[in-house]
């Protein structure tokens, strides 16, 4: 698996995995903004490849006050290693930054909740829809 950090000029690769990503319930990040704000706003956008297929996502962005993680993986690639590869790229660089981490997942996302917790995100608040966590420094 490569990890891959996604500049304004590889715009194409990541609009080509959200298409093949499709509308997600779980991941509702691009339904707010649009791709080309979301690259030149994110503090990190990476991509996971497996024999040159793009098949995970993760960005961090900052909203002023919290540093955010967000992360997509195509169906037929959860469990195998690329959302861990991805939040760990992620961890890492945040700790190297000096930020804390923070995301939010949906409720019945059991699988995505079990690798933040496993990763040391701790719950911060938790709504009808979403569970808010945090990973400190």
């Not at 002023?64 to 959860?78: C, N, Q, S």
């Not at 979403?130 to 990973?135: D, P, Q, S, V, Y």
């Amino acid at each position: 698996m490569v990890i891959t950090r996604i500049t304004i000029e590889e715009v194409i690769r990541l609009k080509s995995f959200l298409l093949e990503f499709g509308n997600n319930d779980f991941f509702t990040y691009f339904q707010k903004r649009d791709v080309f704000t979301a690259l030149n706003d994110n503090r990190l956008t990476i991509l996971a490849s497996i024999a040159k297929k793009d098949v995970g996502y993760a960005h961090v962005d900052f909203d002023g006050i919290h540093h955010w993680f967000g992360l997509a993986v195509l169906d037929e690639f959860r469990g195998c290693g690329v959302g861990s590869a991805l939040l760990r790229f992620a961890i890492d660089d945040a700790k190297s930054c000096g930020y804390d981490l923070r995301l939010s997942v949906a409720k019945d996302n059991t699988r995505a909740f079990a690798l933040y917790s496993r990763s040391g995100f701790k719950t911060l608040r938790i709504t009808d829809k979403n569970i808010f966590m945090e990973l400190l420094r």
